[in-house]
């Protein structure tokens, strides 16, 4: 089954604690991308790849980090967790730029 | 950078009404707007997307038009049934970004 799978789902830390939050594909996908939701403020982009080693930034990507190693994988990084990072994160991915995006289930983290 | 504008932020409509959302963007070098339906507890999902080139796109009851001079695209439900009850997202994308709106609350009435 084709999909994007994140981990974990929940998440409860505390400031200062690096973590990272998984995302894999399954599809062969070449565009993938992270997103924060936070309530009437809609997805903001984090940051995204467009292929094995190349990232960039997205609109709000202060205080997190990505890599793209494999194709398959794209994980963000907290190396210091702040309360204000508290939000659900949604990883992407695509086939190519500016194309349909599939969405993972989502990870919902507290940094207390 | 893009700025994305979505209105209504709830919608309440009666089972078998239309809706209607509407969303603005900024930058005229945008050239692809995908909508997304976001059920409690799970990822967005794509329900339609238009392209630049493109005035009207139709996918049995669900309809976006796209107006590239005053910069504003739609989303239209007709024939509202209670499983669309959920929310709507629009995005605008270009220079390898996608902008989100702030979502639409969508409720249908039995």
């Known amino acids: 089954e084709a999909q994007v799978t994140q981990n974990p789902r929940y998440l409860i830390t505390v400031t200062g604690k690096k973590l990272t939050v998984t995302c894999s594909q399954n599809?062969?996908?070449?565009?993938m991308s992270w997103y924060r939701q936070d309530p009437g403020l809609g997805l903001r982009q984090i940051y995204y790849?467009?292929?094995?080693?190349?990232?960039d930034k997205g609109d709000v990507p202060e205080g997190y980090k990505v890599s793209r190693k494999e194709k398959r994988n794209f994980p963000l990084i907290l190396e210091s967790p702040s309360p204000n990072q508290t939000s659900l994160y949604f990883c992407?991915?695509?086939?190519?730029?500016?194309?349909?995006?599939?969405f993972g289930a989502g990870t919902r983290l507290s940094v207390l | 950078g893009e700025n994305v504008e979505q209105h209504p932020s709830t919608l309440s409509v009666q089972e078998g009404d239309s809706a209607v959302i509407k969303c603005t963007y900024s930058?005229?070098?945008?050239?692809?707007f995908p909508w997304y339906k976001q059920e409690l507890g799970k990822g967005p999902q794509l329900i339609i997307d238009?392209?630049?080139?493109?005035g009207e796109k139709k996918d049995q009851r669900i309809a976006v038009t796209l107006n590239k001079t005053a910069k504003h695209f739609s989303l239209h439900i007709t024939e509202t049934q209670p499983e669309d009850s959920a929310v709507y997202f629009c995005?605008?994308?270009?220079?390898?970004?996608?902008?989100f709106g702030s979502g639409t609350k969508l409720n249908v009435k039995p």
């Open positions: 992407a991915s695509s086939l190519s730029m500016g194309n349909i995006q599939y």
């Open positions: 599809m062969n996908h070449e565009y």
């Open positions: 790849s467009m292929n094995v080693e190349v990232t």
């Open positions: 930058d005229s070098a945008s050239n692809y």
């Open positions: 238009i392209r630049s080139n493109v």
């Open positions: 995005a605008a994308y270009n220079f390898n970004k996608f902008y």
